[in-house]
């Protein structure tokens, strides 16, 4: 696929789902009767599109959705990943390269064990063994029990007080997870906005009165909303649009609050 999207491909399956690797995560998509259709907002000439069809319960080893490396105020790294779902996972690796992108020199530095629930889980690790005036680059592999893996990365950082100006090419707005959620518990957006764009996030109840607005800043941003409005009343159950407004971008879609 050439070009930035966004890009709608159907095919006709019985399999009951099917998933997509796309930005270092996998996207399942549950069949809808006799078609799989797979919505794929934008990205930057993706020339392999991996795809799996699936017979059983449609869940993926690992839902990852945030892998980033960070400076610390101690001018160490934080390598910080969360996952919504993990099933039949061992663990975690984590391989640093000191001033190259190239991941067959790189070295593992940590491993965390995996927890394997069904809810959001984040971990992190503080690499402690950095030097100021270096760039580092960092992987995370995902290992699943059977010694399958993933790999995500790399992530950049530069240890000297900043960090490398890494901004998202184009401004997109994901699926809430989870959806539909109960009122109380919450659910996350994200958004990334690309250079020089700003806007907000604004959630309509299904007589279009504004519920809450999120403001939005360059980068990756992760909305997290607790079903509540903006004066902390909770929401009731039903149907609701979240609204994205940007310079380059005006995005719509529904989520529901279930008891």
Not at 211 to 236: M, Q
Request: hydrophobic share 35%.
């Amino acid at each position: 696929m050439i070009g930035t999207g966004p890009w709608t491909i159907t095919f006709n399956t019985t399999a009951p789902w099917a998933a997509y690797f796309l930005g270092g995560i996998w996207h399942a998509v549950q069949n809808t009767g006799v078609t799989i259709t797979f919505t794929i907002d934008g990205a930057k000439d993706v020339p392999n599109l991996p795809v799996v069809l699936g017979n059983e319960d449609p869940t993926l080893p690992v839902e990852l959705s945030y892998f980033a490396a960070t400076l610390t105020a101690e001018n160490f790294v934080n390598i910080a990943w969360t996952t919504q779902t993990e099933t039949n996972m061992n663990g975690f690796n984590i391989y640093r390269n000191d001033g190259s992108d190239n991941l067959a020199s790189a070295i593992q530095i940590a491993y965390i064990p995996a927890t394997n629930t069904s809810t959001t889980q984040n971990y992190k690790h503080i690499d402690k063994e950095v030097e100021f005036g270096h760039t580092y680059y960092y992987w995370l592999e995902c290992v699943e029990m059977n010694n399958h893996s993933t790999f995500n990365g790399p992530s950049p950082i530069y240890v000297n007080g900043t960090t490398p100006p890494i901004l998202p090419e184009y401004t997109k707005m994901y699926n809430a997870y989870p959806n539909p959620f109960r009122a109380g518990s919450g659910t996350t957006i994200a958004v990334e906005v690309k250079k020089g764009d700003s806007g907000t996030v604004t959630i309509y109840n299904i007589l279009g009165q504004v519920v809450k607005t999120f403001s939005l800043t360059e980068g990756t941003n992760n909305l997290n909303w607790n079903g509540r409005d903006s004066k902390g009343n909770l929401c009731g159950n039903g149907i609701y649009f979240y609204k994205l407004s940007t310079n380059s971008l005006n995005q719509t879609k529904k989520m529901v609050i279930v008891k």
